[in-house]
């Protein structure tokens, strides 16, 4: 077959068709439209086939990038599908919300001077593609195991664990107190971002393959109609995942945070995507709307009040544009759909009588750059600005639930900060038969890294329901109570 690879040389970089900002302020759809087989082949075959593919090193999943991309400019789809499932157990959702732009494009080689690969794209296309010519099989186990799993948590992680251990055969149940899968895929990250019923197509696939699934179930310390006891479910199983996530909010305890029309962005978030769309409170229609935040979350929550018809929308961030955590492209598509950034300043106060009316806010300075390389800041003196508002979305972050104490279970060793130690040899917490990922033990991450360790740990739970417990698993002459928890 002659070289159809390389030919970054002559052709450019198209990422797929973008919807206009004029147009996509009206709805809530996905704004890039997938590739189709033919763009997807060209795309795929600018790759350079480098020595040392730095998209796979940067790739939490190490996803084969320049195999697939290869298979994929060779027209051979079905073959690029299952490499990129090999790695991946979710890569039409990774395709669509990774930050590319900071892993496997940001070190693509061919970056520097003719712009990298759109790997992101490629990828969405190789498994969607394949759902449509019905090459994604159920899981068929080889045989079927009596020891079960319970999952706690239906986000990534705990869908990437669930996929892993039922392919072993291991009988999966997932616990979530939502009504369905998918975690903050469903109630965080807006539908213009990530289409639900990719997420949906997934939840139907797992339960088609034998996963289990408990919603509306929250794991907690009583018992009642809609909920177990995590002490109920360590016995009901053979092996636990902790797949919590985060959730509890960071806040600012600034003059006026109680103020009507001060909301939480997780909670501004779900409205708009829930029956609430339309509750007063929640709604940015007709509202002049500043969010205070420069992560994901935070466009996420410009970019909905945009489509609600806010009639002005503004961020306020206290770094610079070079010193957002959020992904650079979603920072383009937010200022595209007419989002103001005001950089480098913070709140001081809400203003208002009941409600909020306005924020006193000051400008910061940019100090020298900390141990994890971002710069320090400083409030500037007699700078105050006032800025109108009459909704205000916090968007600072969020921290582990303190779980221990909703479990009532004091043997589950955790961080100042709420999340779960684990034991970095086989990814158990302090209580035995007790594993768990995701942003409970991270912190809050990526959708990726969530997934990577849900398979990880996957593999470790598997490892020692097969060894049926404890020793083995230890370095040599070791035991649990020499184990350091991190
Ligand atoms: C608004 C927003 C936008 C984001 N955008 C991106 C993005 O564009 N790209 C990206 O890579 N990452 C993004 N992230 C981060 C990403 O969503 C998370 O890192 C990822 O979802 C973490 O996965 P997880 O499985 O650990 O937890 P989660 O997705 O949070 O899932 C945890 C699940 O556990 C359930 N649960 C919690 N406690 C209990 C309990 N006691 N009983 C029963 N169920 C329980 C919850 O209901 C939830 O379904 C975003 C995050 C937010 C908040």
Redesign the pocket.
């Known amino acids: 077959m002659p070289n159809l690879m390389l030919k970054f040389v002559n052709l450019d970089q198209q990422q797929p068709h973008k919807r206009s900002a004029e147009e996509r302020k009206q709805d809530f759809k996905e704004i890039y439209q997938c590739f189709s087989a033919e763009q997807a082949e060209v795309q795929a075959s600018r790759c350079s086939q480098c020595g040392v593919p730095f998209c796979t090193t940067k790739c939490p999943l190490s996803n084969y990038i320049p195999d697939w991309l290869k298979l994929t400019a060779e027209n051979r789809l079905q073959e690029a599908y299952e490499l990129s499932i090999a790695t991946s157990s979710f890569p039409e959702i990774c395709g669509r919300?990774?930050?590319q732009d900071r892993l496997c494009e940001g070190s693509c080689v061919i970056e520097e001077d003719f712009k990298s690969v759109t790997i992101g794209a490629v990828e969405a296309f190789i498994t969607d593609h394949a759902f449509e010519q019905n090459w994604v099989q159920l899981i068929k186990p080889l045989r079927e195991l009596s020891k079960s799993v319970g999952i706690?948590?239906?986000?990534?992680?705990?869908l990437a664990a669930a996929v892993v251990l039922r392919k072993k055969g291991y009988q999966v149940h997932v616990?979530?107190?939502?009504d369905r899968a998918?975690?903050?895929?469903i109630?965080?990250?807006p539908t213009f971002?990530l289409n639900k019923n990719i997420i949906v197509r997934r939840q139907e696939w797992l339960e088609k393959s034998g996963v289990i699934f408990h919603f509306n179930?929250?794991?907690?310390a009583q018992t009642d109609h809609h909920s177990f006891s995590f002490d109920d479910l360590r016995k009901k199983h053979d092996a636990i995942l902790i797949?919590?996530?985060?959730?509890k909010k960071k806040e600012v305890s600034l003059f006026g945070s109680n103020l009507n029309g001060v909301v939480q962005?997780?909670d501004y978030?779900i409205a708009s995507q829930t029956e609430n769309a339309n509750s007063k409170q929640f709604n940015a229609k007709g509202k002049k709307v500043v969010v205070i935040g420069g992560g994901?979350?935070a466009m996420?929550c410009l970019r909905t009040a945009i489509r609600q018809g806010a009639i002005s929308v503004q961020c306020l961030y206290r770094r610079d544009k070079a010193n957002m955590p959020g992904?650079m492209r979603?920072v383009k598509n937010a200022e595209e759909e007419g989002v103001e950034f005001i950089w480098q300043a913070v709140p001081d106060a809400f203003i208002g009588e009941e409600k909020v009316e306005s924020i006193r806010a000051v400008r910061t300075e940019l100090g020298l750059a900390e141990t994890g390389g971002r710069q320090t800041i400083k409030i500037l003196s007699n700078s105050h600005f006032t800025l109108q508002a009459d909704l205000v979305i916090k968007a600072l972050g969020?921290d582990p639930?303190p779980l221990p104490n909703?479990w009532n279970n004091d043997e589950l060793q955790i961080h100042e900060s709420g999340r779960i130690k684990l034991n970095s040899y086989n990814y158990m917490t302090s209580i035995p038969g007790v594993f768990a990922?995701?942003?409970?033990v991270r912190g809050?991450?990526?959708?990726?890294?969530?997934i990577k360790?849900?398979q990880d740990v996957a593999e470790k739970i598997a490892h020692w329901l097969e060894n049926n417990l404890k020793k083995s698993l230890y370095p040599q002459g070791k035991s649990l109570n020499d184990i350091s928890f991190e």
């Open positions: 919300i990774c930050p706690i948590g239906a986000g990534p992680c705990g616990y979530d107190r939502y998918g975690g903050l895929l109630y965080g990250i971002k179930t929250d794991i907690s797949s919590t996530g985060v959730y962005a997780l978030l994901d979350t996420d992904s979603e969020f639930e909703m990922g995701g942003d409970i809050a991450s990526l959708v990726v890294w969530a360790d849900g």
